[in-house]
């Protein structure tokens, strides 16, 4: 990945970390997401509002903009997840061809 996509992702990661602050510091807190398992179709279903879904996108560019090797984040019931069968963990891994 060039330089100018890497400033890219960056300045995107900033601008969502902004509005996530924002977000997180609405009272109240309007943010809902859930994550469930689907058994009949062997699938993860992850659901959330405009603010659930800008949180996420927030932590994926956040993890994508750090480039940290085996860098996480944990979500869980009652923490970001309003419902959740299960633990969500989002986490960062280079592949070799990544620069």
Known sequence: MNES???QIQSISDALNR???TIINEKPCKLHASLKFDDLAKSVV???NIEGMVF???VLMYLA???QPNQH????EGVVLDESDLQLIIKYVRA???D
């Open 5 to 7: 996509y890497l400033q």
């Open 19 to 21: 509005l996530r602050t």
């Open 46 to 48: 992850l659901s959330a």
């Open 56 to 58: 996420f996108a927030s």
């Open 65 to 67: 903009s750090t480039r």
């Open 73 to 76: 984040e944990h979500f869980s």
């Open 96 to 98: 070799e061809w990544d």
